[in-house]
């Protein structure tokens, strides 16, 4: 079955399932079986992401000077699959999960206030990630539709765990104080992290030798007060560590 086939069915079912935290789980880059994968997760919690490709806005890879790179998408079983035609230093996703409103009772409804107005609370999530994949000759500009987005300091990346890394978080392509920076979201998805200065950085320490995915989440003001309170941005940056000569 084409991949336009498949998403014209997955966009029936993306309605349908149920999420414990409307702005819990993010989107990341990884590796499956030397596959590059588009990942929606949470932890080590790796969800149907083909169910969710409607779900998506854009994705795109850059090449080392930050110039689009051709890539395509491709099924396979519960995993998207990611193909890009050239060398890639950077990929990116962004995905708008919706509104989502929370009742008294602790259920989340993809539905607006509009539509739950008992709601405790109701919000309009979004996600984006940033995938570093080689080494970075210049720093990462602002990307387009991530409109929260984490940024190393510079173009050097630590080389061990536990080194100290500094980390920029851009709101609509501005340093952003306030937001959570979260330094491991794969192994301690549920850690306090910590928050941005008046200039968006944040400082933490690389937690793995080998894959990391860092995380950032900043609530914005609503863009639509009939239907939510706030929109919830959930983004990450991942990139891995080299590990020592076999």
């Known amino acids: 079955m084409k ?11 993306a309605g349908t399932f149920a999420v414990s935290s409307a702005q819990a789980h993010a989107i990341w880059f990884a590796q499956r079986a030397t596959q590059l994968s ?11 992401m083909l169910k969710r490709v409607p779900l998506l806005n854009n994705y795109a890879a850059y090449d080392a000077g930050y110039k689009p790179v051709p890539v395509k998408l491709r ?9 890009v035609d ?4 950077v990929l990116t996703a962004d995905m708008d999960y919706g509104y989502w409103s929370k009742t008294a009772d602790g259920q989340w409804h993809k539905k607006g206030r509009d539509e739950v107005p008992a709601a405790v ?8 990630t940033v995938a570093i994949r080689g080494p970075l000759t ?14 190393p300091v510079g173009t050097a990346l630590p080389d061990l ?19 959570i920076v979260q330094n491991d979201y794969i192994n301690d998805p549920d850690n306090p992290g910590m928050r941005t200065a008046a200039d968006g950085t944040a400082t933490i320490k690389v937690r793995n030798q080998g894959f990391n995915v860092l995380a950032a989440t900043y609530n914005g003001p609503t863009d639509n007060a009939a239907k939510t309170d706030r929109v919830v941005h959930l983004a990450t940056l991942s990139f891995t560590l080299p590990h020592a000569p076999e």
Not at 41 to 46: E, F, L, N
Not at 121 to 128: D, G, L, P, W
Not at 138 to 151: D, K, S
């Open 3 to 13: 991949f336009s086939k498949l998403v014209a069915a997955a966009a029936i079912a």
């Open 38 to 48: 588009l990942i929606y997760g949470v932890g080590a919690d790796d969800l149907d």
């Open 75 to 83: 099924p396979a079983g519960p995993l998207v699959l990611v193909d």
């Open 86 to 89: 050239g060398p890639s230093t």
């Open 121 to 128: 609370v109701s919000e309009h999530t979004r996600k984006y």
């Open 138 to 151: 210049a720093p990462i500009p602002v990307l387009p539709n991530q409109v929260l987005q984490i940024v």
């Open 161 to 179: 765990l536990d080194k100290p890394m500094t980390v920029r978080v851009l709101y609509e392509g501005k340093p952003v104080a306030g937001a």
